[in-house]
């Protein structure tokens, strides 16, 4: 079973809708903030052949790994941009109105905090990125980069041995304009709080690219750059018409969610 670790802002709403249009009747967006077994265990009466699983509460530290079949992989990207991109999505999608300064002193090395979780808060005490390496050398099968989307998203196809993987897609989520997050990169005030506060991401994104991506791609072979080209050649999916989809997303969101909303709040 694939298991999608969704940081913010690194592509996974297009990941996540990836796996729902290859398995529209065994993939399941886990309705929990910290997912568990026995999350799992619920979504399974509706999806008994489950294939895959997505969410914010997929984590690598939780007892989710205790299940055999599960297999995490994760995308990070260049930390000062995914900080940025966060930032202008809270102004925009949620009415942020904090001043950057403010903002990002809650929101410091989120890649890193967000793999080492151990419970639903991403918490503001301080962590290393050498505890976030240990986690994906130990817990993370396949971990992609942002800025090599389409080469990360064929590693993932070959990574998972399952041939109903469909990594055509559509882009998802795509800000209609950038210019917060711009203002953001081009501030030398900014930049520099950028940096203060995500040293241990920048640790943990240079380990990725240096160590674990490289690793990836020479494991993959020779024909990485043709399987790339083909992939491309395809972008984007055609936008159609699903019954399967339809009928997909009609139980997620009219059955699935409604029961584990109730449990959640009856167990609260």
């Not at 991401?201 to 240079?206: H, I, W």
Request: charged share 25%; net charge positive.
């Amino acid at each position: 079973m694939l298991a999608h670790i969704h940081i913010q802002k690194t592509g996974g709403q297009t990941v996540c809708d990836i796996l729902r249009q290859s398995f529209p009747g065994t993939h399941c967006d886990l309705r929990s903030r910290f997912a568990t077994s026995a999350d799992l265990r619920l979504a399974r009466c509706f999806y008994p052949r489950m294939a895959s699983i997505a969410g914010y509460g997929v984590l690598p530290l939780s007892d989710l790994g205790a299940w055999e079949s599960v297999r995490f992989f994760a995308f990070v990207r260049d930390p000062l941009k995914r900080c940025a991109s966060h930032y202008q999505f809270a102004w925009r999608k949620h009415g942020l109105r904090t001043d950057f300064e403010t903002w990002i002193r809650t929101n410091a090395d989120h890649q890193t905090r967000y793999l080492t979780r151990t419970g639903p808060a991403v918490g503001t005490g301080k962590v290393a990125a050498e505890q976030a390496i240990a986690v994906l050398q130990k817990h993370v099968g396949l971990v992609g980069l942002l800025e090599r989307f389409n080469e990360s998203l064929v590693l993932l196809r070959r990574w998972s041995g399952n041939p109903g993987l469909n990594v055509c897609y559509r882009s998802r989520n795509v800000a209609r304009d950038n210019d917060v997050k711009n203002r953001v990169l081009e501030d030398p005030r900014s930049r520099e709080l950028l940096r203060r506060y995500n040293a241990e991401d920048e640790k943990l994104y240079r380990y990725v690219c240096e160590v674990v991506y490289p690793r990836q791609v020479a494991e993959y072979g020779g024909s990485l750059a043709g399987d790339v080209a083909e992939l491309e050649a395809s972008l984007p999916a055609p936008g159609r018409f699903s019954m399967a989809r339809t009928l997909a997303s009609a139980k997620r969101n009219l059955l699935y969610k409604p029961v584990a909303r109730c449990l959640t709040r009856r167990a609260a």
